[in-house]
């Protein structure tokens, strides 16, 4: 099995748009829950399941689609990193692939 890993930007997407569907409908929220454990059980098993059809725009990256999300990854040494999570109507952004530390952010500032 491989180790998946997921980056802040995707997980505080995943709690922001789990607490939006639990605020408007409980099991489009429960829905949503599963597809996040499907998603990740199924890069545990595949890390190769993803395409490059959906315009992850960084060298190596790939993309699972499951139900209506899409989520973005790269693998690095043996681990599938989520990068980046979004339904598939949305607009889809190049997300980082480096870490920000807080000197960084501080010096954008």
Do not use: C, W
């Not at 180790?3 to 922001?16: D, Q, W, Y």
């Not at 043996?78 to 980046?84: D, E, F, S, T």
């Amino acid at each position: 099995m491989t180790r998946v890993t997921v980056s802040k930007e995707a997980a505080t997407f995943v709690r922001n748009e789990a607490a939006y569907l639990r605020r408007r409908n409980t099991h489009a929220a429960r829905n949503f829950s599963e597809t996040v454990r499907r998603a990740r059980d199924i890069l545990r098993m595949f890390d190769e399941a993803g395409n490059v059809m959906h315009g992850l725009r960084i060298k190596g990256g790939l993309t699972l689609v499951v139900d209506t999300y899409l989520f973005d990854y790269i693998r690095e040494e043996g681990v599938v990193n989520i990068i980046a999570v979004r339904h598939g109507r949305m607009l889809q952004l190049t997300p980082s692939t480096e870490e920000e530390s807080d000197e960084d952010i501080a010096d954008e500032r």
